[in-house]
């Protein structure tokens, strides 16, 4: 755990070199595509007389490249044929770099699959009396006793949600403040060691730095939920290829995450074998026709599905839309149904709005939305990521979901552990800052 | 309803080692692949890192062009090459009849002077005008007495002009050397081996008169009125100015405005024909006291008219 703390923070200050040169570019390394956008950093925009900034403070970036590939390689959001993916990623950073004219050294990935789990975590320290300084906050965040998430586990993410002194609780900021205890929440996110290092190893063979990780669900999430959403608590489900996530926030803190092992891709794999028609031919079929509510006009619809085997008969095939609605709806209700599980097991039916937004690529399945609310509950909307600045038309789809939800983490990312001071006591025995800690604390 | 087309044949032989395998994977790789190489990638990155673009575009090129030049100029040959094939090109620019100076002429200047200027032509005619210093010359003509100042200039067409303002004498200087002619400023002009030379032009003498020409000048334009009696100006003890007159006669100028005396000397004789008496000495030195001497014989006859003329007052007085 300490080398991904280690790495992490190495892996901030990479992103704070990259602000500085101006361009980081983000690989959202899915299972059916992998998009690459670089971002401009142009500094803060110049301060309006109300106070506000326009895009709600998010147009200090532009995006100036953007490229997407079909991704290869890939199952599951993980990374299945090391030399396929590198390939892949090279193809999408090589489009990206050309579009925008610039060479991108930094990038910030994220990926969908790699077995996520959360754990809450609470730390509580003795404060005396005294006002809560940095040093404080790091050691209440290193007083939280870690669960044994088992060998071959890193982590990911980890956000202080709560803070609280002595009966006071919901304290974003708790420095300066006068108590006797301090305690706090904290969210963990832990994945598979093998998938990290696989994406790690990928990257690296494409001579790009790597300047931040995150989940899929999580920056979905970012992007996808309103300002509101985040604050009154929402589940984002953010569903792609290969994987599905659901991520819940409150307080603009994401509070659990986790992910289906199933997707649009699924679906199609469905459709092939139902109608027994290629992949390639089933995805076309799912995209043009595809539904999960049907009526008594799809009965009537017929879908000419085609082949080229020579044979009369298998290549004039019809089938109904009816049919294949038949064959897609019971995917996705299993599908949701995993969702819903996991949400029930996150107690979001405790939360003060259950709201549901529906994200990523297999959203858009007509009619998706009634069936969800059906299965997860009634308060259920279709999201769009957030509209970030030179963002081309065809990468604003909900398909682009984590994308732009890295952006996003790319230019404000919220503070997590390895964000705040040290403990001084963590320090090994001859650090200068122990040292400086014991003058301050005896003089 | 059975396809009537055969099968494909296995083509493929079965796997036999790794290496074989992993070959094999990579022929079987789709052909329209999209992703470029690791190669192409670098390169493509290569491209576009700041700076990498115009030091291939420009500096690269420099810096080849001038290391092959300065290997090439490092052989003290080539350098010996360059510089003579230099000279002989200029040589034959300079001598191009465009550039030829053919004809040297002045202006303005007597016979004898032209003669002088002429030779302070350094080469023969014709010659580059690049090689002709123009300045130098002009120094060296107006080295030349008679030459007040000079001016060169190279026409088209290959004349050398010399426009000449020659100094103009007004006065002559007669020292123990002989006599010279001098211009307004006091400067030599000429020598004059016989007074009936210039007849026509005033006399100095005296040590120190030469530096003194322009208040000469003054005081004899003051003496227009009896111009034709005066022999000259004599600078006495290098500090104040005689003129001399025929029979002897003297004015003595004082040293502080000596023209002022001078015109004060032209009304006494106008009023009462000063200079016309029986004078040997006009002595204007104190300003307060102008002083007469008189020649023996007028000195006696004034003396005897005084006494006469005393006795009749005291005879009238009695």
């Known amino acids: 755990m300490t080398d991904l703390y280690q790495a992490q923070r190495a892996m901030r200050n990479m992103r704070r070199a990259a602000m500085q040169r101006g361009v980081i570019a983000i690989l959202d390394v899915g299972t059916s595509k992998i998009a690459c956008l670089v971002l401009r950093f142009d500094g803060p925009e110049e301060g309006r007389e109300d106070g506000l900034g326009s895009l709600a403070g998010q147009s200090q970036f532009r995006i100036i490249g953007a490229a997407t590939t079909m991704s290869r390689g890939i199952r599951f959001g993980e990374i299945d044929a090391m030399q396929e993916t590198e390939r892949a990623i090279r193809t999408a950073v090589q489009a990206a770099q050309k579009m925008a004219n610039v060479r991108v050294d930094h990038v910030i990935a994220c990926l969908s699959g790699a077995f996520p789990r959360s754990y809450g975590l609470a730390g509580e320290i003795p404060l005396d009396g005294a006002q809560v300084s940095e040093q404080d906050i790091g050691r209440v965040l290193a007083a939280c006793d870690v669960p044994d998430f088992g060998q071959g586990r890193e982590v990911l993410h980890a956000h202080p949600v709560n803070f609280s002194l002595d009966h006071r609780s919901g304290l974003a900021d708790p420095r300066g403040h006068v108590g006797q205890r301090l305690s706090v929440d904290m969210h963990l996110l832990t994945v598979d060691t093998g998938a990290i290092q696989n994406l790690l190893y990928c990257i690296k063979r494409c001579d790009l730095e790597l300047a931040g990780l995150a989940s899929s669900a999580y920056v979905s999430g970012i992007s996808s939920l309103v300002e509101d959403e985040q604050e009154l608590g929402a589940a984002c489900i953010d569903m792609g290829g290969g994987s599905t996530g659901v991520s819940v926030f409150i307080k603009k803190h994401m509070i659990f995450a986790d992910s289906v092992r199933m997707g649009g891709d699924h679906v199609t794999s469905d459709i092939s074998k139902g109608l027994q028609v290629p992949l390639a031919t089933a995805e076309r079929i799912k995209t043009f026709h595809g539904g999960v509510v049907a009526t008594g006009m799809d009965d009537r619809e017929m879908i000419g599905i085609g082949a080229d085997s020579g044979d009369w008969e298998k290549d004039s095939r019809k089938v109904s839309r009816a049919e294949l609605i038949g064959i897609m709806r019971p995917r996705v209700e299993e599908i949701l149904e995993e969702v819903r599980e996991m949400l029930d097991v996150a107690g979001f039916d405790q939360l003060p709005s259950r709201q549901i937004v529906l994200t990523g690529g297999a959203s858009q399945i007509p009619g998706l939305d009634g069936l969800a609310a059906r299965i997860l509950g009634r308060n259920v909307r279709l999201g769009r990521p957030l509209r970030v600045q030179g963002l081309p038309q065809a990468a604003t789809g909900p398909g682009f979901a984590s994308s732009v939800g890295l952006c996003l983490f790319a230019a404000h990312p919220q503070d997590e552990w390895w964000d705040f001071e040290i403990p001084a006591d963590r320090y090994p025995a001859r650090s200068l800052r122990r040292a400086m800690k014991w003058f301050k604390d005896n003089w | ?318």
């Open chain 2, 1 to 318: 309803m059975q396809s009537l087309r055969a099968e494909p044949r296995l083509t493929r032989a079965p796997r036999a080692t790794t290496a074989a395998a992993s070959a094999e994977r990579r022929a079987a790789a789709p052909r329209n692949d999209p992703a470029p190489s690791r190669l192409s990638y670098r390169l493509e990155r290569l491209r576009l890192t700041p700076g990498f673009h115009s030091a291939l575009r420009v500096w690269l090129p420099v810096f080849v062009l001038g290391v092959s030049v300065a290997l090439w100029f490092s052989s003290e040959d080539h350098r010996a090459d360059v510089a003579a094939k230099y000279a002989q090109i200029k040589e034959q620019v300079q001598n191009r009849p465009e550039f030829m100076v053919a004809l040297m002429q002045v202006d303005g200047a007597s016979p004898a002077v032209d003669g002088a200027v002429r030779k302070v032509m350094p080469m023969a005619l014709p010659v580059s005008s690049f090689k002709l210093d123009l300045e130098a010359m002009r120094a060296q003509m107006e080295q030349i007495d008679a030459v007040k100042s000079a001016e060169l200039r190279v026409q088209s067409g290959g004349i050398l002009r010399v426009n000449i303002t020659e100094r103009v004498p007004v006065v002559i200087w007669r020292s123990d050397a002989g006599m010279e002619l001098l211009d307004d400023t006091g400067h030599r002009v000429a020598t004059l081996l016989s007074r009936e030379g210039r007849a026509d032009l005033p006399l100095i003498a005296g040590q120190g008169a030469e530096t003194h020409v322009p208040e000469a000048m003054a005081i004899l334009s003051a003496l227009t009125p009896v111009m034709k009696r005066v022999r000259g100006l004599v600078y006495m003890g290098e500090r104040r100015w005689d003129v001399v007159l025929d029979r002897d006669q003297r004015i003595l100028l004082p040293e502080k405005d000596p023209v002022v005396a001078a015109e004060r000397a032209m009304a006494l004789n106008g009023a009462q024909d000063l200079l016309g008496r029986d004078v040997v000495d006009v002595d204007l030195r104190n300003a307060a006291r102008p002083t007469l001497r008189l020649t023996p014989t007028a000195l006696a006859e004034l003396r005897q008219k005084q006494s006469g003329q005393a006795t009749q007052t005291k005879v009238a007085g009695q």
